[in-house]
């Protein structure tokens, strides 16, 4: 199996690339170009050349408060470089996996599954949206949605990455917002469930997350508990506390997602994946 990936230089990519390379590959059965996604020549003459049998799209702009400001630049990269993915995998006919976001729905519902209406709310779930439907445009296709990405241990971009960051220096009072609910994705685990959706060669659209839903405060407190620091106060505050920090762009206030149900595969408690990850910092 020879994958070709996309964004592999990021959190998520790399966690896909140390997953394939160490558990179902040898070298040279997975390659992450430096090549621009929106230049359709050397797209194509770089996956011509590897000649892959699936391709993973994961590169993206992350940063909602940057597609925000940069509208244009999250429309290149996820709906025009999109494009140009899946023209080049549909004239080659190589399946294509499009890994998306619980943000390309508003967040009035409770949970989501698959089969619920999309209506995202700030430009990167909007953009996110288009590169879904552009993916679905071509017969060989997976969706993958995700949300509250960790476990990139002490590159950690994300999330806990951050609590972690201010544990580090020196600060003993953390906010983190209790308005706001989402699904938790392990990238081990959720590595895990890529590999086994293009395994089962059943193409569609995919939740993966972990098991239950938890508010920002309720992932920091514990992850703070996990590493034993007593000493550290968690307060829970108000998604307003934010928007004057910097964060402004629109949230939903759910992005928790119902799993899908994948052969292969079975998704874990978030908690039970927080402790995993903790111990790469209590066992330093």
């Avoid at 011509?48 to 940063?63: H, Q, S, T, Y």
């Avoid at 659209?205 to 106060?233: N, P, W």
């Amino acid at each position: 199996m020879r994958i070709y990936i996309l964004g592999g230089s990021g959190m998520v990519g790399t966690a896909v690339i140390k997953h394939f390379t160490e558990h179902t590959l040898s070298a040279p059965g997975v390659t992450c170009p430096r090549v621009d996604i929106r230049d359709y020549y050397a797209l194509q003459d770089s996956i011509i050349k590897f000649g892959p049998d699936f391709i993973i799209n994961l590169a993206a702009l992350c940063d909602m408060e940057a597609c925000q400001q940069e509208p244009k630049k999250a429309l290149n990269i996820h709906a025009l470089g999109t494009a140009n993915v899946a023209l080049i995998a549909s004239d080659l006919d190589i399946p294509l996996l499009y890994l998306s976001s619980a943000c390309v729905f508003d967040g009035t519902q409770p949970e989501y599954t698959v089969f619920d209406q999309t209506k995202p709310i700030s430009t990167y779930g909007k953009t996110k949206l288009m590169g879904e439907q552009i993916t679905r445009s071509i017969p060989k296709h997976f969706v993958v949605r995700t949300e509250w990405c960790f476990g990139g241990g002490q590159t950690d971009t994300k999330f806990i990455g951050k609590i972690y960051k201010q544990i580090v220096d020196g600060k003993t009072t953390i906010n983190a917002v209790g308005d706001k609910f989402g699904s938790l994705s392990y990238l081990p685990d959720l590595c895990q469930a890529i590999d086994a959706i293009l395994r089962s060669g059943k193409f569609g659209t995919y939740h993966v997350s972990c098991e239950g839903a938890a508010s920002r405060y309720e992932i920091a407190k514990e992850f703070v508990r996990l590493l034993g620091r007593t000493d550290i106060t968690v307060n829970c505050v108000g998604s307003a506390f934010f928007m004057t920090k910097g964060y402004d762009a629109p949230r939903p206030e759910s992005e928790v997602l119902v799993n899908s149900v994948i052969p292969g595969f079975s998704p874990r408690p978030w908690r039970e994946c927080l402790a995993e990850y903790a111990k790469e910092f209590t066992e330093e």
